[in-house]
């Protein structure tokens, strides 16, 4: 039977035939939580009174690094101990955002299976693998057992067509997307990308949009393995490593198949307080801002940061707002570092924190007073998603985003471009 490439994935891991809605225990290849969720992990573990977990694993120090408060040091303390008892890969505070960190030490591979207590784990899907996000119950689980059950989801096909006009990126491209399917319109659903358009969208860029299809309801997406996925892991596999092109068959079945045209599309902007409530931002230009947040699992990366100091050089932030930046990594803040950009956001007025998740769960570094609006480059714009109900976040590019801080209200960034 013909398939797409989530049921030949979880068909493999389970050493049976799977097709779309059936139930399957699955191998899972690696698990992970980080500091807002490994605290529950290590109690069920415990509970559980679990001598060995039967699969790699890491914990990640992001969403509150370093530590905010005694309790949030306690949780980091519990996960140091946990990864040196059970022999688990730690990455501490200042090591960045798991999103980033677990693709840059070679742990993803296209074809596995990963599972992770944080909801934008379907951002390795970039890389071909079926990684998701779960509950810390059933990450504990999948960790203490090697396996756990998987529903396989249905697929839907996309295609991207167009050339990318000037403004626009990856960002804009998945929240044009997301506009049109609607916060629930591929509820656990499987997505697979394609198009003559992603022959022009960077592995950076390809990492966001996959990062995105959960705010659509989706399980997972999946990109093309093609010279981009090659060239990437070529920097961060071993040079020996081989593995399968996974692709799907050309007969699969998917359950619907959608055709987006980005030819003429312009930069967007996801307004308060839901992330489908996408609007061109030539219609909202004259809304003042108080805080722009460049940085997160979605638009953290070194090509997010080349741009926003492209579009920042030689020019200040406006008076009175407050611009924040968090490089998604270590690596990724040495490399910003050694090109100059840290410089530049510096020189600016900008404020660069710590590698990590930063303001935009609401933790710390950078929480909004009552009233104040937000342009962020986050995946999620919720009310009190950054720490404060009483504020407005709307959700935009990289580029979006800068040319805001500088005017000191939504703007569009092509007048900079």
């Known amino acids: 039977m ?30 992970f939580g980080q500091d807002g969720t490994s605290n529950l992990i290590i109690d069920k573990i415990n509970e559980l009174k679990i001598r ?24 980091h303390k519990k996960m140091r101990q946990f990864c040196l008892k059970f022999k688990g890969m730690l990455f501490d505070i200042g090591c960045g955002i798991c999103h980033q960190v677990i693709p840059e030490a070679g742990i993803v591979k296209p074809g596995d299976v990963i599972v992770g207590a944080d909801s934008h784990t379907s951002t390795y899907g970039a890389l071909g693998a079926f990684s998701v996000g779960m509950g810390s119950t059933d990450v504990a689980v999948s960790m203490a057992c090697g396996k756990n059950w998987f529903k396989v989801p249905s697929t839907l096909k996309i295609i991207i067509k167009g050339n990318i006009p000037k403004g626009i990126y990856a960002k804009d491209i998945i929240l044009y997307i997301i506009q049109d399917m609607k916060s629930d319109g591929a509820n656990y659903k499987a997505i697979e990308f394609y198009g003559h358009t992603l022959k022009y969208i960077n592995m950076d860029g390809r990492f966001t949009i996959c990062n995105m299809v959960v705010e659509m309801g989706a399980k997972c997406g999946f990109m093309p393995i093609d010279k981009i996925t090659l060239d990437w892991f070529k920097l961060f596999l071993p040079k020996n490593y081989k593995f399968e092109f996974l692709k799907a068959d050309e007969d699969a079945h998917y359950e619907i198949v959608k055709e987006y045209n980005i030819e003429k599309l312009t930069p967007l902007v996801s307004c308060p307080h839901s992330v489908d409530s996408v609007v061109a931002v030539s219609e909202i230009k004259n809304v003042k801002i108080n805080e722009a947040f460049l940085g997160t699992c979605t638009n953290g990366r070194l090509s997010d940061l080349k741009v926003a100091a492209q579009i920042l050089k030689n020019k200040k932030i406006k008076k009175g707002v407050k611009f924040i930046v968090a490089p998604a990594s270590k690596k990724i803040f040495l490399d910003a570092l050694n090109l100059g950009l840290i410089d530049i956001f510096v020189k600016a007025g900008g404020v660069v924190i710590s ?54 209200k939504i703007t569009d960034p092509r007048i900079y471009l």
């Not at 398939?3 to 059936?22: P, Q, Y």
């Open 2 to 31: 013909a398939k797409t490439i989530v049921e030949k994935i979880l068909s493999k891991k389970a050493a049976r035939d799977l097709k779309a809605g059936d139930f399957a225990v699955c191998k899972i290849d690696f698990a």
């Open 52 to 75: 060995k977990i039967k699969i790699p694993f890491c914990m990640v120090i992001d969403h509150s690094s370093p530590a905010a408060n005694e309790a949030i040091a306690r949780v």
């Open 355 to 408: 590698p990590g998740c930063g303001p935009c769960v609401g933790s710390h570094a950078g929480i909004p007073a009552d009233n104040e609006i937000v342009i962020s480059t986050a995946n999620r714009n919720f009310k009190g998603r950054m720490g404060n109900p009483n504020s407005q976040i709307y959700l935009a590019s990289p580029a979006t985003v800068v040319a805001s801080a500088i005017s000191g």
